[in-house]
């Protein structure tokens, strides 16, 4: 009894707390270990602030990028106007873009059709811009006469080649050949084709026909080979001819018109090539209007169109900047086609 009450009293003299001292401490360790901690929080959320900025100016320029493609140069001069700075192939458009209400930037559009406008190391024009034609749109059978070449070419070859070992048969005597050995690559090497397009008038109906003759002069007995293209009857409603072609080496297009046709007929020749652009000789003696996309020689008319391909850098800046020095907060580049 008497032990237990004793027990009871030490406890209650024990029963003091922590001295200030202890207290001191206690902080200080927990200031030193929480210290770090409120840092990183404070560094994360400064971190996701700077994110959020960045993802949100990513995704202005992307829409501004998406904006530009879809629509046409004037359109594009007539929504990004406050600012237009032509300079040359390179025209700058400069418009204040309000974000949530709060945000403000200045995007600048730049377009730039030069970059497309390759010269070769002898001075000749071979870039995409340099041939222009008009914009191939709503092309279809009723409205146009569509002439398209694929395998005629391949096939071509094969008959020449076959034509060259038959009459190289054909004039072997008891001597031996008396025509040199040629392979196929060497027929097709010196393939020659004339596309030729006749429009002619007859009982009141103006026809057009678009043949490709193929040719190969530097292998004898090869003749010759003919495929049609297209044959059709050419209406008033109809906008024009279009031949499409794959390109060889030596190419040459014959257009003949009739001259008691007085109908206005336009004739596009349409590479389908992106890669391989060889001139392509034009005999026009009808001076019928003709377009390309590929380099001709005389009397080819081309028609000064629009450009078909521009490199667009788009850039956002803060309000009020001096281009020539800030950096932008983002640039993004692209591509448009007209």
């Not at 297209?230 to 257009?255: A, C, L, R, W």
Request: hydrophobic fraction near 35%.
């Amino acid at each position: 009894m008497f032990a237990q009450r004793d027990n009871i009293s030490n406890i209650k003299k024990n029963n003091k707390g922590f001295s200030l001292v202890e207290l001191l401490v206690s902080v200080a360790i927990l200031a030193i270990v929480i210290g770090p901690v409120l840092n990183n929080f404070v560094t994360a959320a400064r971190v996701n602030a700077k994110a959020r900025k960045v993802q949100n100016e990513t995704n202005i320029v992307q829409s501004i990028a998406e904006d530009v493609k879809a629509k046409s140069i004037l359109d594009i001069a007539t929504t990004y106007n406050d600012n237009t700075v032509p300079d040359g192939d390179k025209t700058t458009y400069t418009k204040k873009i309000i974000k949530d209400g709060r945000h403000i930037y200045d995007a600048r559009i730049t377009l730039n059709k030069g970059v497309y406008k390759e010269v070769s190391p002898g001075g000749d024009p071979m870039g995409y811009n340099n041939f222009k034609m008009p914009i191939i749109s709503d092309i279809n059978e009723t409205k146009n006469v569509i002439a398209t070449e694929s395998y005629e070419s391949s096939m071509a070859v094969s008959v020449l080649y076959n034509n060259y070992r038959w009459y190289r048969e054909e004039t072997k005597t008891d001597s031996g050949y008396t025509v040199d050995e040629y392979n196929e690559e060497e027929v097709r090497t010196n393939l020659h084709r004339n596309i030729r397009i006749n429009i002619t008038y007859s009982s009141g109906l103006i026809t057009v026909r678009v043949e490709a003759v193929y040719t190969c002069n530097a292998v004898p007995g090869t003749g010759s080979e003919t495929y049609v293209l297209k044959e059709v009857p050419y209406t008033s409603e109809m906008k024009g001819i279009y031949v499409f072609y794959n390109p060889i080496q030596h190419d040459k297009v014959t257009i003949y018109k009739e001259n008691t046709i007085t109908d206005s007929i336009d004739v596009f020749l349409v590479s389908q090539d992106t890669e391989f652009y060889p001139p392509i000789t034009v005999e026009n003696p009808g001076f019928v209007p003709v377009y390309s996309n590929v380099d001709t020689d005389s009397p080819l008319v081309k028609k000064d169109t629009n450009i078909r391909l521009y490199d667009v850098t788009i850039e956002l800046y803060e309000p009020g900047v001096d281009y020539l020095v800030t950096e932008p907060r983002v640039t993004f580049h692209t591509i448009k086609e007209e």
